[in-house]
């Protein structure tokens, strides 16, 4: 049979040689490192035969396959350390996560696992990763895999078989441990050489609160023992930039049980860095060629049976509101582009009026379940910065590079260096699930990779990643702890206008179906400043951090200068602020660094006589001493360094 390889190469191999003999065939040292095999689109174990012409490729650690695998089989494991030192203990889910794996598992009668006991099943897991134990994999039928589990007392499995159609059914056994799985797994547990159980949580058998509790251990797993201790160095620096201690520390933001779950408040400091960035993008989108719009926070619930929101998102919305007026029925706004596209049919448009760039920095509110929410990047109400681009057909490339240098320059100006794109194009097969012509697609599919190309952006192509409505292309940025973020997104759209019936009259004088794009840099307000806050550890840059400078009296005595400093600074456009408080300052030097203000400005008598000040940068050190509008030039200049190009 012939294998192809990634890089179009083929080679003859026997019939029935698996992917790791492929590896073998190669070098022994791939073999060694290769963990699960892709042949013909599908992951796979790396021992099952290939029985057939196949493209192949073969994962690494590197490859997201291999991590997933990985973990999943290390799932497996700590099932098999569970049974052994919890006999009787039933088995729920193990899947592998974006970091790691768990598993759900009802303990028996009595026992609980608490923190504590995760070294000693760790241990176990150790133990048994050092047998080298191999994963037989079975197809078994559906009455056969019944009996097995039921046997058992498998309550929980034989309620997941009993779903399954038969025939469809395989197990994998590692010693004396078999699971219900389809795989793909490791060849060999061995191949785990580092393990770290994480936490223990409570979770409801299917995600049902009416269901049990199960007890939910998650663990992360590596091939190497370096890579374990890098991480956990990482996790404990993940924590330190945890958003939601250090915007309680800048008193950026807070959240209110008397307000209500997952509803933000944002301080005066977190306002100011919102609005900071929100004039940013304003200003990049006049230049841009934008048009601001205002619109309301509900809607009537029929404008969302329009959209087809209230179809496909209803049920798990905020229930509508209804007024004293019989039949009257709103629901908090879910989404911009309804009201959008209203606008856009206020008033009749020409070819020539066209690309119409509608701009909203639009609240919305969609309800997420409370177990859910999680600082400000889960939240049941957020302002996204929107924007619905209506164009021609012939347009969508120009404006997909206009989005993108948009986005650009914000990731320049905001310090993510590193980023990567992904264009998500339609299924290369199953073409039906597409709403809009097989030209219209092809078109705006095309209008994507050659506006990567020409701007220069490095964009990894998926196929089937696309929206029932259109291709799209989304931004991924790495933080400074290499952790990945999905921010911006621009999607192509031919649901809406035909659903909302949007038109323009043509060079032809007939009616045409405009293009709409939707649009979102930041993705919302709140998300993208979680990112923000982890990413730069609350160090944000100096045009945009709510506190440019503070003015540090060495005692109260010079609190009168102290102030005085301050409000000249505000005259001339630095944000300052003065510390007023009754501490020695070496306390208050400390406290405020600890609020990431870049310029410390400490005065005294000599200060007070001179009118000037003695200054420290973070991170930078003394800067010696200046007069007030020497030091607030060497700020304005230094601000205008860095947006002189936006
Ligand atoms: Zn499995
Ligand atoms: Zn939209």
């Known amino acids: 049979m012939k294998i192809t390889f990634p890089d179009g190469s083929v080679k003859e191999f026997e019939k029935g040689t698996t992917a790791y003999q492929i590896a073998e065939s190669i070098s022994p040292r791939l073999a060694a490192e290769v963990l699960v095999a892709t042949v013909n689109e599908k992951i796979r174990d790396l021992n099952l035969p290939i029985e057939e012409d196949s493209s192949i490729k073969l994962h690494k650690w590197d490859d997201p396959e291999a991590k997933h695998a990985f973990w999943h089989t290390s799932s497996h494991l700590l099932a098999e350390a569970l049974t052994e030192l919890y006999p009787g203990v039933k088995f729920g889910i193990g899947p592998a996560i974006e970091n790691g794996f768990y598993y759900d598992v009802e303990l028996p009668e009595g026992v609980v696992v608490k923190e504590s006991d995760l070294e000693k099943i760790e241990k176990k897991m150790y133990e048994l990763a050092g047998r080298k134990e191999a994963l037989i994999r079975r197809n078994i039928t559906k009455a056969d895999a019944m009996k097995f589990f039921a046997d058992k007392g498998e309550s929980l499995k034989t309620e997941l078989i009993s779903e399954l159609a038969d025939g469809t059914i395989t197990t994998y056994t590692q010693g004396c441990f078999t699971d219900l799985c389809r795989g793909p797994h490791l060849a060999n547990t061995g191949d785990i050489k580092a393990i770290k159980l994480l936490s223990v949580a409570g979770a409801y058998w299917r995600g049902d609160e009416k269901r049990q509790q199960l007890t939910r251990i998650y663990g992360i797993t590596f091939p190497k023992k370096k890579l374990l201790e890098e991480y956990l160095v990482m996790l404990e620096e993940a924590k330190k930039r945890d958003h939601r201690k250090i915007g309680k520390e800048m008193e950026l933001f807070t959240f209110s049980e008397m307000v209500g779950k997952g509803l933000p408040l944002w301080l005066p400091k977190g306002t100011d860095l919102r609005l900071r960035l929100e004039m940013f993008l304003k200003g990049l989108q006049k230049r841009y060629g934008y048009q601001q719009v205002i619109t309301p926070n509900i809607g009537a619930k029929q404008l969302y049976v329009t959209s087809g929101h209230w179809e496909k998102y209803g049920k798990d919305a905020f229930r509508p509101i209804t007024t004293p007026e019989e039949g009257e029925e709103y629901l908090l706004k879910p989404m911009n582009c309804p009201h959008h596209c209203e606008i ?203 506190e440019q400078a503070v003015v540090l009296p060495i005692s109260e005595k010079f609190n009168e200068y102290a102030q005085q400093v301050a409000s000249r600074l505000n005259l001339l456009d630095v944000r300052a602020i003065g510390d007023f408080r009754d501490e020695k300052i070496g306390r208050k030097i400390r406290d405020n660094e600890l609020k990431h203000i870049p310029y410390l400005l400490i005065v005294g008598a000599e200060e007070a006589e001179g009118g000037t000040v003695a200054v420290r940068r973070q991170g930078e050190g003394d800067k010696g001493k200046m007069s007030i509008d020497e030091f607030a030039k060497m700020v304005n200049s230094e601000v205008n360094e860095m947006i002189k190009d936006f």
């Open 344 to 546: 856009y049919k206020s008033s009749p448009r020409s070819y020539k009026d066209l690309p119409v760039r509608l701009a909203e920095f639009g609240t919305v509110y969609r309800y997420e379940q409370s177990g859910e929410l999680h600082g400000l990047t889960r939240v049941r109400c957020f302002t996204q910065d929107d924007a619905h681009l209506f164009c021609r057909p012939d347009q969508i490339k120009d404006e997909f590079i206009k989005v993108m240098e948009i986005i650009l320059i914000i990731f320049k100006a905001l310090k993510f260096e590193n980023f990567e794109a992904q264009i998500s194009l339609r299924d290369k097969v199953n073409r039906e699930k597409y709403i809009g012509s097989e030209e219209n697609w092809e078109k705006a599919e095309q209008a994507i990779i050659e506006a990567c190309q020409e701007t220069g952006l490095k964009a990894v192509v998926e196929y089937g990643e696309a929206a029932f409505y259109g291709p799209k292309l989304d931004f991924m940025v790495k933080d400074a702890l290499g952790r990945r973020w999905q921010l911006g997104t621009i999607q192509v759209d031919y649901n809406l206008p035909e659903r909302f019936g949007l038109e323009y009259t043509g060079a032809d004088n007939q009616k045409h179906r405009p293009v709409m794009i939707h649009r979102a840099p930041f993705g919302s307000m709140e998300r993208f400043v979680a990112v923000l806050i982890e990413h730069t550890a609350g160090k944000f840059p100096l045009w945009l951090t709510p």
